[in-house]
């Protein structure tokens, strides 16, 4: 099983912290070979739209982990719009919302989503973090 | 007590009998009348006659004419009028059935003045009892009975403007209801004291729309002549000749005031319950997301700790919960910020001056303003005062400022201008920048959100606007807001 990483995994999310702590878990797991990381929807979905224009299969993730309370654009409209684009990729797009809201409303409307594998409610445990990264490698 | 010669009947409200020296009253004996002196209550033989009784009958007394001979629709009124006339010299005038000859009721028109009769020599009181002419037929008595019921138990009084004759008229009901005299004549120039002053316009506009043919079926307020302010509900359709043309306007009102007001007071409460659920919601939405997102980093690096291998790696961790703490500390300031609306919003309004709380603002936050090169242009000439509570106006003035100056156009210096004025009978005040402005499309509904940020903006924390809104709301005004990108941004705030 170690054999075998996540190539790529993103990370969409406006907490510092969170991200710092997320990075050094999955440096000392060894999770994945790489991690991108954007601050709200409207970046990541920049970069995905850029990538369309020019496929390059090594910065295409493989996982992405997206909080709901963002600035600019929130992780539902990122959902939304990515659900639109994820098909042309031509390759598997695990997609997990993170997020501290313990809402039922959001947790209801997540999960109602087919392009949502699970919602994570935060703090998310280590052996969590492996076993859905370990599902996509 | 004489009388020109005819017989004196006496009718004793007190047992003891008292004999008074009268002089002679010009009284033309056909004429019913009760002559009212020193508690003692004489009956006009003409009264008598009509009624049945001889001079000699002497247990005539109040009591029994109020209760018996009287009809006991009529009798209430009667004795209420009778002692506002005896106590405060009330002079009335009322219509009555009274029980006459063979046990019949008949029609008596009661007043307290005569106008052919020179009454100024006499210490007495008189109330004439005059018949009425028109003889009413049983029909339309009976009708006349199922209308005043209904009149009376619902409260309604029913008007009547005629063009042609230049005169207004109101039934018995609406002049009690408006608190008005048995004989007071109505009169349209006189209809602005009908009305509260905020709804005069309004009733004015509404007559004159029934007086070119549109009907009217409204709630307004009114007002009695003892200037008690109540609710009822105005109809009012036009009334036409045979030729089509509009000879004047008939309407009714009822007295809606009891659950008029009931309905106001719900929707006030219903009001207050949805302000207070929003910001319960938001309170909670803090709790859900702001709260949480710092206790479950606080989580993740204990369980980090844990896995440490080394002391170093401990320390590092340890530097990020000095953050997590610091952040933990804003969130929950913001929480006591979102809960201190709520129980300030009781407090006290006083009267602030507009410019007064501006140059305190301009003092606070002078840095910012001289450090951004901020001009700050105010007129405060038509409004310069309200009754607000002056925190509250500060924080409104220093949070929309500190706004416009946080997203200014990079191209240019921030321009800010403030001004007040009056609409629809409330201040408002106006706050207008030459910033980047904002999509309202696509952002509008989230503006006033709690943490809702739209611009990469460093030092954007998305709590300013919304503790705005909540404090121009809690003192019952509302804010609106109108942007265009690149161009400017509007704050309206209406008091």
């Known amino acids: ?137 | 007590m004489l009388c020109l010669g005819h017989k004196r009947i006496n009718i004793h409200l007190s047992s003891t009998m008292v004999q008074v020296k009268v002089p002679p009253i010009p009284i033309d004996s056909n004429i019913g009348y009760v002559e009212l002196k020193n508690n003692d209550i004489y009956f006009s033989k003409a009264l008598l006659s009509h009624i049945g009784k001889s001079a000699k009958n002497k247990q005539i007394t109040l009591d029994y004419f109020i209760n018996t001979l009287i009809h006991k629709d009529d009798s209430n009124q009667f004795r209420n009028n009778y002692y506002s006339y005896i106590k405060n010299n009330l002079p009335f005038r009322q219509s009555m059935l009274i029980l006459c000859k063979k046990g019949k009721y008949k029609e008596f028109v009661c007043t307290t003045n005569q106008n052919n009769i020179n009454l100024n020599n006499t210490t007495s009181k008189f109330l004439f009892f005059n018949k009425r002419k028109l003889k009413t037929n049983k029909r339309i008595n009976k009708h006349k009975f199922y209308y005043k019921e209904t009149a009376e138990m619902t409260s309604a009084g029913s008007w009547y403007v005629d063009f042609v004759k230049r005169r207004s008229f109101w039934d018995q009901q609406a002049r009690r209801i408006l608190e008005y005299p048995e004989d007071y004549k109505p009169s349209i120039n006189n209809a602005a004291l009908y009305y509260p002053k905020e709804e005069f316009q309004r009733a004015r506009r509404l007559f004159y729309k029934c007086s070119i043919g549109k009907p009217f079926d409204t709630e307004i307020k009114m007002l009695t002549k003892n200037n008690r302010e109540f609710w009822v509900r105005a109809k009012g359709k036009p009334v036409f000749n045979d030729q089509k043309e509009i000879i004047g306007i008939r309407g009714v009102f009822q007295d809606i005031d009891v659950t008029k007001s009931k309905e106001l007071s719900l929707q006030r409460t219903s009001n207050i319950i949805a302000s207070q659920n929003k910001r319960l919601f938001n309170f909670a939405y803090i709790v859900s997301h702001n709260l949480r997102s710092h206790t479950s980093n606080l989580s993740l690096i204990v369980e980090l700790m844990n896995a440490a291998k080394s002391n170093e790696e401990k320390l590092e961790l340890m530097s990020s919960i000095e953050d997590i703490t610091s952040s933990l500390n804003d969130t929950i300031e913001h929480l006591n910020e979102v809960v201190t609306i709520q129980t300030s919003a009781n407090e006290n309004r006083s009267p602030v001056t507009f410019s007064e709380s501006l140059e305190h603002v301009k003092t606070s936050i002078g840095q910012i303003i001289s450090k951004h090169r901020t001009t700050i242009l105010s007129d405060f000439s038509e409004v310069d005062a309200i009754d607000y509570i002056p925190a509250y106006l500060e924080s409104i003035l220093l949070n929309l400022i500190t706004n416009a100056i946080k997203y200014k156009h990079p191209q240019r210096d921030p321009i800010i201008k403030i001004g007040s004025y009056v609409e629809n009978s409330r201040t408002v005040l106006e706050i207008t920048d030459n910033g980047i402005g904002i999509d309202l499309e696509k952002f509008g509904g989230k503006l006033f959100g709690m943490y809702n940020t739209f611009h990469y903006n460093k030092d954007a924390v998305g709590i300013g606007l919304f503790i705005t809104k909540n404090q121009v709301e809690a003192l019952n005004g509302h804010i609106d807001v109108f942007s265009e990108v690149e161009k400017f941004t509007t704050f309206k705030i209406t008091f």
Request: hydrophobic fraction near 45%; proline fraction near 3%.
């Open chain 1, 1 to 137: 099983m170690k054999n075998k990483l996540v190539e790529l995994a993103c990370i969409i999310d406006d907490d510092d912290i969170y991200i710092n702590l997320i990075k050094r878990i999955i440096e000392t797991k060894k999770l994945c070979e790489n991690l991108i990381v954007f601050k709200n929807g409207k970046q990541s979905l920049d970069y995905f739209e850029a990538l369309l224009q020019n496929l390059d299969y090594d910065k295409i993730p493989d996982i992405i982990l997206i909080d709901l309370n963002m600035p600019i654009m929130d992780g539902w409209e990122f959902i939304e719009q990515f659900t639109k684009i994820k098909n042309r990729f031509n390759k598997a797009i695990t997609l997990y919302v993170v997020s501290s809201s313990i809402n039922p409303v959001d947790i209801d409307r997540a999960k109602s989503l087919n392009s949502i594998k699970d919602y994570l409610v935060k703090p998310v445990k280590i052996d969590q973090l492996e076993t859905i990264f370990n599902a996509s490698a």
